[in-house]
């Protein structure tokens, strides 16, 4: 059974930054595609960034590029999601995923494609 542990979160100031973490159990991370969600405080969850099992490409949300990165280690079975000038709107509840699963790129950002998740960890910003 695979399992997925994130790391704690926290609270960061605005414009400070976090490496979230995400080990795999139960399974190699390199067989899975892994992602990042996030909820806030009444809203849905949303998509943040995925990275695809074999070619290992990349896709994340709009409202994160430039400034969170998604990437693996393979040897640790641990994926990552470095998170950069952070904002208030980032706050939230930040959720790691996986599937065995191959999906096209822009299929990624669904969360239903995903069977496994973490038990989430709270990120706030706040001064």
């Known amino acids: 059974q695979v399992q997925l542990v994130e790391s704690a979160g926290g609270l960061v100031q605005p414009g400070g930054s976090l490496r979230l973490s995400c080990v795999v159990s139960?399974?190699?991370?390199?067989?899975?595609?892994m992602a990042w969600f996030r909820q806030a405080p009444g809203k849905e969850r949303e998509f943040v960034a995925a990275f695809r099992r074999g070619d290992n490409k990349k896709v994340s949300a709009d409202s994160v590029k430039g400034r969170f990165t998604i990437s693996r280690d393979n040897v640790k079975n641990t994926a990552y999601l470095q998170v950069n000038n952070l904002k208030a709107e980032d706050t939230a509840v930040y959720y790691c995923a996986a599937t065995n699963s191959n999906y096209i790129l822009a299929a990624m950002s669904r969360a239903e494609g995903y069977e496994y998740w973490g038990q989430g960890t709270q990120v706030t910003v706040s001064s």
């Open positions: 139960g399974g190699a991370s390199s067989g899975y595609s």
